[in-house]
């Protein structure tokens, strides 16, 4: 029979995030900038247990949102999936091809 190990993730703390952010920065010259925050971005999300950097940073946004709000009710609300334009530039376009694969199925919630 398999064992498995699961081991819990750190704490995310944003302060402490933002400063190796700010530390990986220091000095930089600004064409290494974008390789290396892709990088960072991208180790710290696995290090937190998120899969990429866009789940990662989603998960940050709504921490700080639930931090500063406070005892104010907050509710977020963001689209699942993006679809194609009504109109412009024409209908039926897509900028990219990042949307869900038509040919796999998926859950939508």
């Known amino acids: ?3 498995y190990s699961h081991e819990i993730p750190p704490i995310l ?7 190796i952010i700010n530390d990986n ?3 930089r010259a600004e064409n290494t900038t974008t390789p290396r ?3 960072l971005g991208l180790e710290r999300a696995k290090i937190h247990g998120w899969p990429n950097v866009y789940s990662f940073t989603k998960a940050m946004g709504e921490m700080v ?3 500063m709000s406070s ?3 907050t509710v977020i609300v963001r689209p699942t999936i993006i679809g194609s334009t009504i109109q412009d530039p024409f209908p039926g ?6 949307s869900a694969p038509l040919n796999k199925p998926h859950l939508i919630s």
């Open 1 to 3: 029979m398999a064992t």
């Open 13 to 19: 703390d944003i302060g402490a995030e933002a400063k």
């Open 71 to 73: 005892d104010l009710p």
């Open 37 to 39: 925050m892709k990088e």
């Open 25 to 27: 920065l220091e000095g």
């Open 65 to 67: 949102i639930g931090t």
């Open 93 to 98: 376009w897509i900028q990219g091809l990042r």
